[in-house]
């Protein structure tokens, strides 16, 4: 083999830059040279094409976003985009190709195995949403900069009968609002794979603060939609001083965590040897171990909370 692919799609995350400098070291370890499409699947359609070699990769193990950039690509869902993306395949004499995006990316890689290409995904998602692997690249870096935030939020909790309401992103999934909630000590959480009882949450609180609590911390997944309504209701009915942290973007960037880093790292090298065995799939970390799971199966079964978190989240949200 002569040379590999990796292009970087969907949404960003920290770790990414960390996971490109394993594949290209990997890679020349192993006499193979790297091309770096750009703007994810945009670079295949339109042939935006870079050579990586390791002097490109040095110094940016620890830099949040991606040197590759990222976009989202409409017409590589297109018969049209996608042959061109075959074609540059072909052209840049690719012989396997490294995916590292999320869950849409990865069902873009899914239809480039179909069509016969040699490829690896990489799951990157905060959302943690992705079959197959425990944590996906950059969902520790999102958790930790969350449970910093809120820590910084309580710290400035001083009146009485404060509500602080903060919304996570997630897109569909909850499981950054409820780890966060669960690391940061919060008293309710909403997320959308479980029934909360708005009414029920407030008399819980107005109890507690009955009792004696300062203030409580309201930890929201974005798939709620219900954040505004939340704080309103808060606000005016259970008269709450009530403040609204929508935390955002910040949840995307930063320096990645250690636990980033280094999973992006064992996940680089092992997309660079499962090339190398010619093995179409998708590296997923299941316990301490790095497996490849079949693109079907990643896409044929859907990632669930274990009971421990079913339980907390359902105490947190009545
Ligand atoms: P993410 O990868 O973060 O989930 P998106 O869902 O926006 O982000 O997907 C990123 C890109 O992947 C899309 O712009 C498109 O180019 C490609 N993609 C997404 N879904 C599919 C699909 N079902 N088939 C082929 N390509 C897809």
Request: net charge neutral; glycine share 10%; hydrophobic share 40%.
């Amino acid at each position: 083999m002569k040379r590999i692919g990796v292009l970087t799609s969907g949404g960003d995350c920290s770790g990414i830059n960390a996971t490109l400098k394993a594949i290209v070291e990997e890679a020349y370890k192993n006499n193979i040279r790297v091309t770096g499409f750009l703007e994810g699947y945009n670079g295949l359609v339109n042939d935006l094409a870079i050579e990586l070699t390791p002097m490109q990769v040095s110094g940016i193990l620890q830099r949040g976003g991606t040197i590759l950039m990222t976009s989202r690509c409409e017409e590589f869902m297109q018969e049209s985009g996608f042959n061109k993306a075959l074609k540059t395949l072909k052209e840049e004499e690719i012989e396997g190709l490294i995916v590292i995006g999320g869950d849409g990316s990865l069902r873009g890689a899914k239809k480039l195995v179909e069509a016969g290409v040699l490829c690896v995904g990489i799951p990157e998602s905060i959302d943690n949403d992705i079959y197959g692997t425990d944590m996906a690249l950059g969902v520790d870096t999102a958790l930790n900069i969350i449970t910093n935030a809120i820590d910084i939020i309580r710290d400035t909790a001083s009146s009485h009968k404060r509500a602080f309401v903060i919304e996570t992103m997630g897109r569909e999934s909850g499981y950054l609002a409820l780890m966060s909630a669960m690391a940061s000590g919060a008293e309710a959480v909403l997320i959308p794979e479980i029934d909360y009882d708005i009414d029920s949450i407030m008399q819980r609180l107005k109890l507690e603060h009955e009792r004696g609590r300062k203030y409580s911390i309201i930890v929201i997944a974005e798939g709620v939609k219900k954040t505004q309504e939340v704080a309103e209701k808060l606000k005016v009915e259970a008269e709450f001083d009530t403040r609204l942290t929508i935390l955002g973007h910040i949840q995307r960037g930063g320096n990645p965590s250690v636990f980033d880093r280094t999973l992006g790292m064992r996940m680089g090298i092992r997309a660079v040897q499962s090339i190398i065995n010619k093995k179409s799939s998708v590296i997923g970390l299941q316990g301490n171990d790095l497996k490849n799971v079949p693109f079907d199966v990643v896409f044929s079964n859907k990632k669930v909370f274990n009971d421990m978190m079913l339980e907390f989240a359902r105490l947190k949200s009545r």
